[in-house]
């Protein structure tokens, strides 16, 4: 078991639907990233939050709306996504964005299915 | 542009083997590279190099980083089944702005 929690483990949903991955670390760290690994590739970076702050968005489609509302806790809301949106969200944390001698601890993931 | 190349991207070997995986890189600042194992589900952080830690070891897994070559690689010795992943290689961007750039994986099979 990891020390960053992601819900739910496996979500199906239409693409009409509106739905919420969460994520949740108790490690104290202060930086938390939402990534996205499709299939036979390496995760690919969407958002970086750093002390509750949004600071990098990768060019992430808007349908993608990130929200940290506490240091411990981040939530990926979802809405009218496309099937090419399938695949496995990760999330990580870290001490602290800006500290190179520390890792990113990543949860188990939400595998998601855009049906 | 940072970049992470990692090499071979698979390899198949028999218990108690000895394996070595490559990551190269470019990048106009370096701050740190990453060893991460996936299996089904989360990278699991193996090792953190800097240019204060070159070289790290844990049982039977190691790693080194070369700078003046740019490149790291990690030695598994003994392999048993239980090491059948998928092993990351990842830097930390020149940016520091916290995002990792990640090489595409070198799948690792174990057979008994």
């Known amino acids: 078991d990891t020390e960053v929690t992601q819900t739910p483990k496996h979500l199906v949903m239409g693409m009409t639907n509106k739905k919420s991955l969460k994520c949740e670390q108790h490690?104290?760290?202060?930086?938390m990233y939402w990534y996205k690994q499709k299939a036979k590739k390496p995760p690919e970076l969407m958002f970086v939050?750093?002390?509750?702050?949004?600071?990098i968005n990768e060019s992430v489609p808007s349908r993608f709306s990130p929200e940290c509302p506490n240091s411990s806790l981040l939530n990926l809301h979802l809405h009218a996504l496309q099937p090419e949106d399938s695949a496995l969200y990760l999330c990580?944390?870290?001490?602290?964005?800006?500290?190179?001698?520390?890792?990113?601890?990543f949860g188990d993931g939400t595998r998601l299915s855009i049906l | 542009e940072d970049k992470v190349v990692q090499s071979p991207l698979s390899l198949v070997v028999h218990e108690g083997d000895t394996v070595t995986l490559n990551c190269s890189y470019e990048v106009t600042n370096f701050r740190s590279l990453l060893w991460y194992k996936q299996e089904k589900k989360a990278p699991t952080f193996l090792f953190m190099l800097t240019s204060s830690g070159i070289e790290k070891k844990s049982g039977r897994l190691s790693s080194i980083l070369d700078k003046k070559e740019l490149s790291s690689i990690l030695n598994i010795t003994a392999t048993q089944t239980g090491d059948s992943a998928i092993y990351l290689c990842a830097l930390r961007g020149s940016s520091n702005t916290g995002k990792l750039i990640f090489g595409q994986g070198t799948t690792l099979q174990v057979k008994p």
């Open positions: 939050y750093s002390y509750e702050k949004l600071s």
């Open positions: 990580a944390s870290s001490q602290d964005r800006t500290v190179s001698n520390q890792p990113q601890h």
């Open positions: 490690m104290g760290h202060r930086a």
